[in-house]
């Protein structure tokens, strides 16, 4: 290239700049005051020199892209000079030699914080070659310094939608996809409806184009057909609002084209089914503020005395708006053609708000109630940031649910209101209006009907919550509650209450050992922690702290010794990290002779051998396959079969030997015993159905009763349960012991009915 050529090239670039910013101006005029050009301009003019010379792909001067997104945030979202300073410089300090440093010596410390949080956007994001949920976490974390981040990072994707034409297929397909997974609900959120829509559509596009070129012809083609309809049905509305000297605007906007698929998806349906293919819109020039609403009822008035209403789709925007600041009066009417269609009311500071979302609300700033609104919403997502403890992932999916649940009304017993994603339920309102009233709820009176804590509660529920002091998180509270807000409040008060029980037991216990003038060794430790069947020293000082282990005999259990063992030895206990108990497991199983007899038991009894009526002792419920022994107490009464080591039995045979007989177990196969598992492990959703899966599907037993107790995230669990012998109740502890999360199953030697 010729200097001249090169020279040549360069003032083409200024004149080109010149144009675009021009042009910038222009469309700028309406947001931004005469002192502030000369401040837009600077930023022009930074932007211009540090990009000078690049192209983008598409071989224009790099500057028609931050122009273009200046645009885009003056005219499409309506921010001020500010916002239009940044976009212009948003790829300065990332492309070009320019530091953070400079853009704040320039333009001073507001400006190069939001540069900043582009920056920073775009080194976790764009750059990473998928979309890593982490890396969208850190993206959101810049959204709670300054929302004018997101937004020019909004308008910067939407330009680069708009021009995708020209990157490579790959490329494309990558970034509609994050267009459709992220920018599009964030641009929702934030009430930008025209973006949102647009997002979409151009992420549509390139995502599967052939049916996006399908439904855009056949609108198209509909176009001429729509256009009569809405005039068909325009008309006579047109005449009354105007009689009634309203000022206003009525248009009829087909669907987008990616709603209207999405639609074709849900209902699977084709095209031609989709009817409500358009939303007529009346946007009315409004008195003032407070009449606002009255217009729009007065409007709908009118429109009704028309056309039938349908009764359950009125959606009241105005008395309360959505989250994001949407408002407007909605109502479903049946068409001349005999076709439902959905008119919007809205003065035209509604409309303003629905299409540019709340940064419209900027404009009007007596309209505190949105603002708050957003507000919160950015509130709760810190909150989920914040958690240091959250999995990205489970964040993510969270953060997904509150961007997309579609959100219910309702009311404290004031009558105040609060908005939660659909399907919350009572508990979650409870952590919504207060953590305490959360941690203490024990039930709630929802249109004052009493109702448990995880009834899902529903648009214009009017919910009381009932507290008691006594009451204590619940770590199955996790699973009734649907909102971040409710599960982080959760998960760190169980951390909180766990750490205090802790600390509890761990001084009631060293109390108690001082009292005994005992030294709390590991000697001491590996005594008392099996002999209250906790499987750590933190179990321990929790249970100690929170009552379920008593210490009155621990003088007892501490001059103990060699008893211990025995007992651990009978009780057939099988702990995952255990081998030995395992191995003494097998040598049991193998060990359990089968006999082939048709009788369950042969009593042998000296005078006769004839067969004895038996029962089966309640305090120790030998089952087919235990050691047992018979107890006749006298001639006529039945023989009642008790384990040899059965504490009772033990009792009788030393004291009453004459009235013990012998007693065999045959094979038995058709008869059920009654035993009774208790298990612990670390709680984790489903392990019940996994339990009682394996029990009635490998062994065809009966569970009698099952009950499952969680706390600190640890359960502990009993199941009464129906056996043939011993073989099928070991091979069935083999089995729980499997089982995820379970960490000791073992049968219950000392039960009583
Ligand atoms: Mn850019």
Not at 118 to 136: C, H, P, R, Y
Not at 506 to 519: A, R, S, T
Not at 543 to 561: H, T, V
Not at 701 to 717: C, M, P, Q, S, V
Request: glycine letters at 4%; proline letters at 3%; hydrophobic letters at 35%.
């Amino acid at each position: 290239m010729t200097k001249q050529n090169e020279n040549h090239k360069i003032i083409d670039e200024d004149i080109y700049a010149e144009e675009l910013y021009k042009d910038l101006i222009e469309s700028c005029s309406m947001h931004v005051k005469a002192k502030d050009i000369q401040f837009i301009r600077k930023a022009f003019d930074l932007a211009k020199k540090s990009h000078k010379g690049v192209k983008r792909k598409s071989g224009e001067p790099y500057i028609l892209h931050p122009v273009a997104v200046a645009k885009i945030v003056t005219s499409e979202i309506g921010l001020g000079a500010k916002a239009i300073a940044c976009a212009l410089l948003h790829d300065v300090v990332e492309d070009t030699d320019y530091t953070l440093n400079d853009i704040e010596h320039l333009f001073g410390e507001k400006i190069a914080s939001i540069i900043d949080g582009l920056t920073k956007i775009s080194g976790v994001f764009d750059n990473s070659s998928s979309l890593q949920a982490e890396n969208f976490r850190k993206m959101l974390l810049t959204l709670s310094d300054d929302v004018r981040v997101i937004l020019i990072k909004l308008a910067d994707r939407l330009h680069n939608m708009r021009t995708l034409e020209s990157m490579p297929p790959n490329k494309q397909l990558k970034i509609a996809g994050e267009t459709t997974y992220l920018y599009a609900p964030l641009a929702h959120r934030l009430g930008l409806y025209a973006i949102k829509t647009e997002l979409e559509d151009l992420s549509f596009k390139y995502r599967h184009p052939k049916y996006f070129q399908e439904i855009a012809s056949k609108i198209y083609d509909n176009e001429k057909k729509r256009q009569q309809e809405i005039n068909r049905f325009s008309l006579p509305i047109i005449e009354i609002l105007s009689q009634k000297n309203i000022e206003f605007d009525i248009n009829g906007r087909p669907k987008s084209i990616y709603s209207i698929w999405n639609k074709m998806q849900i209902k699977n349906v084709p095209f031609e089914e989709i009817y409500d293919l358009m939303a007529i819109r009346i946007i009315f020039k409004s008195e003032n503020k407070e009449t606002e609403k009255a217009q729009c009822w007065r409007i709908y008035s009118l429109i009704t005395d028309i056309y039938t209403p349908k009764p359950d789709r009125i959606r009241d925007w105005i008395s309360s708006p959505k989250a994001n600041g949407y408002e407007a009066l909605h109502v479903t009417v049946m068409g001349p053609n005999g076709k439902w269609v959905e008119v919007q009311i809205r003065s035209e500071r509604m409309n303003e708000i629905a299409e540019r979302g709340f940064a419209a609300h900027w404009k009007y700033k007596g309209n505190k109630t949105n603002e708050g609104e957003l507000d919160k919403w950015i509130k709760r997502i810190r909150q989920m940031l914040e958690n240091p403890a959250a999995d990205a992932l489970e964040f993510l999916d969270e953060f997904k649910m509150n961007l997309f649940a579609s959100e219910i009304m309702v009311f404290t017993p004031k009558g105040e209101l609060r908005t939660l994603p659909k399907y919350s339920t009572a508990l979650d309102f409870a952590y919504e209006i207060h953590t305490q009233i959360g941690n203490k709820a024990i039930g709630a009176k929802v249109n004052h009907k009493l109702v448990p804590l995880n009834y899902v509660i529903k648009s214009g529920d009017q919910i009381e919550i009932i507290t008691s002091n006594k009451q204590r998180i619940q770590t199955e509270w996790l699973n009734q509650v649907k909102t971040a807000k409710a599960k982080t409040s959760i998960t760190d008060s169980i951390k909180a209450e766990t750490k205090d029980r802790i600390e509890k037991g761990k001084k009631i216990l060293e109390n108690k050992l001082k009292e005994l003038k005992v030294q709390p060794s590991s000697r001491v430790f590996r005594k008392i922690i099996p002999e209250f069947q906790v499987q750590t020293k933190d179990e321990l000082y929790s249970k100690i702290g929170s009552g379920i282990i008593k210490l009155d005999d621990l003088k007892k259990i501490l001059k103990k010794n060699t008893k211990n063992k025995l007992i651990r030895y009978w009780s057939l206990q099988f702990s995952k990290s255990n081998t030995t108990n395992k191995e003494k497991k097998n040598k049991q199983t193998s060990n359990t002779k089968e006999f082939d007899y048709k009788q369950p038991l042969i009593i042998s009894d000296d005078s006769e051998n004839e067969k004895l009526k038996y029962d089966i002792a309640k305090c120790c419920n030998p089952i087919p396959g235990d050691e047992v022994v018979g107890y006749k107490k006298n001639e006529t009464a039945d023989v009642i079969i008790h384990k040899a080591k059965c504490p009772n039995a033990i009792k009788l045979m030393s004291s009453q030997g004459n009235c013990i007989v012998v007693a065999k177990w045959t094979s038995q196969k058709h008869l059920s015993f009654l035993a009774k598992l208790t298990l612990s492990g670390i709680d984790r959703l489903g392990i019940a159905s996994d339990i009682t899966n394996i029990i009635s599907k490998e062994l065809n037993a009966n569970i009698r009763k099952i009950y499952i107790e969680t706390h600190d995230g640890i359960f502990e669990g009993e199941i009464e349960l129906y056996v043939h012998n011993v073989q099928n109740l070991n091979n069935l502890i083999l089995n729980i012991s499997k089982i995820k999360g379970i960490d000791s199953v073992k049968r219950d030697e000392s039960f009583v009915k």
